[in-house]
């Protein structure tokens, strides 16, 4: 049954959900990936579209930015709509040297400085960290793309955009996390609550700590296709 922000009628959603953030690269990704995609949702511009990835049922839908947004819709397709698995596939600001401007990165855990984790049991920071099953399958899809540039390892899920404290960046860095975004802590804890399924996959646009150009908006959907290969590989393993 539609809830208040998801107005698809049940059965319409797959059990296999990829997730961006961005509403138009929701509706691009159904229409580049999927085969006889149709509009099953479109409430506040958040729209979800259903078909099949190489013969699988998979749904796409937009998550918005940052965690409590993305929360809403994570909650509302697994508890409701039955969705199983849902991979999260957008852009990250890298940390590390060696993670560099188009490289994709696959989220192992998310650090945060949400409240998230401390919300899930009382008088315990829970650790974020995706499905294994996901984890392994995504690994195995990377590596059969010859020169794509990918890492493995934390990220770091900020709930705000502006104002970073370059003494925390420093301390993420001696970390090895490997990227900063703004959304995977709260899909995994979503999951996590819910006994469901999830991963994030990111491409690189622009470096926090280096001299490295930034993408432009038309660099990053020319960049995106090796990410979501990656996500949807994984999703129906």
Known sequence: MPTPHISAETGQV?????????????????????DDAALVSDVRGIQCFTGTYDGTPMSVMASGMGLPSLSIYATELYSVYGVERIVRVGTCGALLEEVQVRDVVIASAAHTNSSVPSLLVPYATVALAPSPYLLRAAMNAAETHEGLRWHVGPVYASDHFYGGDPATTQKLIALGTKAVEMEAAGLYAVALAQGKEALTVLTV???????????TSAEREDCYRSMVAIAASALRS
């Open 205 to 215: 646009s622009d470096h926090l700590t280096s001299e490295s150009p930034e993408l």
């Open 14 to 34: 797959a059990p296999l959900v990829l997730m961006p953030g961005d509403p138009r690269r929701a509706e691009k990704i159904a229409k580049d990936f999927l």
